[in-house]
């Protein structure tokens, strides 16, 4: 069974077109069970959002609409 997260990242990667068409670039767009649940245009307003929904932002998958993701990333240390 998929994570919460694996479901989030997983609905991003099939809507991010439909981002790009929905929603202004740069505007923050949160995901929760594989759905997106607010989208704000500043990332205090989306967390003021969340949690007027009772959603705790670190639990919920954040982007900006427009913006290009890597798949991958590596941090060194």
Not at 9 to 38: C, H, M, S, T, W
Request: net charge negative; glycine share 6%; proline share 5%.
């Amino acid at each position: 069974m998929p994570s919460n997260q694996e479901k989030n990242q997983a609905a991003f990667q099939k809507a991010k077109q439909e981002l790009r068409n929905l929603y202004p670039q740069g505007r923050f767009v949160a995901f929760d069970e594989g759905q997106i649940v607010a989208d704000a245009a500043s990332f205090d307003e989306l967390t003021e959002t969340l949690a007027a929904i009772g959603k705790n932002r670190p639990d919920v998958f954040v982007v900006q609409a427009g913006v290009s993701y890597p798949d991958e990333v590596f941090i060194l240390l």
